[in-house]
């Protein structure tokens, strides 16, 4: 068996990768942990039937998208936050400005960041803010802000130009501010 298909190896050489991977795909620390958890099971279970024909971390991708699938197919019957946001007026950001630009309702400051950060209360209801993006706008959102990704990095792994990464930028940042007003901000946190 090469060093490759050693199963003891995987986690150290992929478990990374594989983590961001469903992380970015599910926005759930513990969910991505345990989809990668049951990636590596069921490659121990395969991997006589590894064929050599892809690398490991690609076989191993193809297994977590599946289990990815199939957490989403599970979750089928949740409804996410972005449906009950009003999400028709996304496209046209008229309703914030008056027609000579500024702001109709001018967005209050945040709360102090390190004691806001701090709290694990505000992480879960950010989690909740961040399932309501669309799934694009929370990927990218994700690579810039925590995974710490470069415009031009995430213009290739995506495949999109440098403006769509700001266009996706700009409005996740507003949803997230949108939803953490309502359910954190003015819930007197």
């Not at 028709?88 to 960041?113: A, M």
Request: proline share 4%.
């Amino acid at each position: 068996m090469s060093g490759d298909l050693n199963p003891q190896t995987w986690l150290d050489e992929y478990g990374d990768y594989l983590y961001s991977y469903a992380f970015l795909k599910v926005k759930d620390r513990h969910v991505a942990e345990d989809l990668v958890q049951e990636t590596l099971l069921a490659a121990i279970t395969a991997k006589e039937n590894f064929t050599n024909r892809s690398s490991v971390r690609t076989w191993l991708t193809s297994i977590l998208k599946h289990k990815v699938v199939d957490h989403f197919r599970r979750q089928g019957r949740v409804v996410s936050l972005s449906e009950l946001i009003d999400q028709d007026n996304e496209d046209n950001l008229d309703y914030l400005f008056k027609t000579n630009g500024s702001w109709i309702e001018k967005p209050e400051p945040f709360p102090d960041p390190e004691s806001t950060f701090q709290q694990k209360q505000f992480w879960n209801i950010f989690q909740q803010c961040l399932t309501g993006l669309k799934p694009r706008q929370a990927e990218v959102f994700l690579a810039k802000e925590i995974h710490g990704m470069s415009s031009d990095e995430i213009c290739k792994q995506f495949s999109i130009t440098p403006s769509n990464v700001w266009v996706l930028m700009h409005r996740a940042r507003l949803s997230l501010i949108k939803c953490l007003k309502a359910l954190w901000i003015d819930n007197g946190k």
